[in-house]
Nanobody, 123 residues
């Protein structure tokens, strides 16, 4: 059974940093693209960042320059380093994996999802 488990969320102040982790089990994703999405109350799930099997990265304009996505294939883990956090970054953050080697901005193209981790940024 494939599982994706996020961790690292929490309550921080504006300007602080957090690092989210997504640990995969049940199969390896070294040949697959993975991504981070987020969903705030009353809003649709939105793309944050994605990384292809080769390490190619993609970012939403709202986080470009502040967030960094990375992966450790040996550990079957993906990360999201979030710096200069803003109150508008407050959301539940989800990691996802897809049966394709290229990253995607579209949540419907992902096959596996984690349960989410809450990130709250106070002003």
């Amino acid at each position: 059974q494939v599982q994706l488990v996020e961790s690292g969320g929490g309550l921080v102040q504006a300007g602080d940093s957090l690092r989210l982790s997504c640990a995969a089990s049940g199969r390896t994703f070294s040949s697959n693209a993975m991504g981070w999405f987020r969903q705030a109350p009353g809003r649709e799930r939105e793309f944050v960042a994605a990384i292809g099997w080769s390490g190619t990265t993609y970012y939403a304009d709202s986080v470009k320059g502040r967030f960094t996505i990375s992966r450790d294939n040996a550990e079957n883990t993906m990360y999201l380093q979030m710096n200069s956090l803003k109150p508008e970054d407050t959301a539940v953050y989800y990691c996802a994996a897809r049966m394709n080697s290229t990253g995607s901005r579209y949540p419907t193209t992902y096959d596996y999802w984690g349960q989410g981790t809450q990130v709250t940024v106070s002003s």
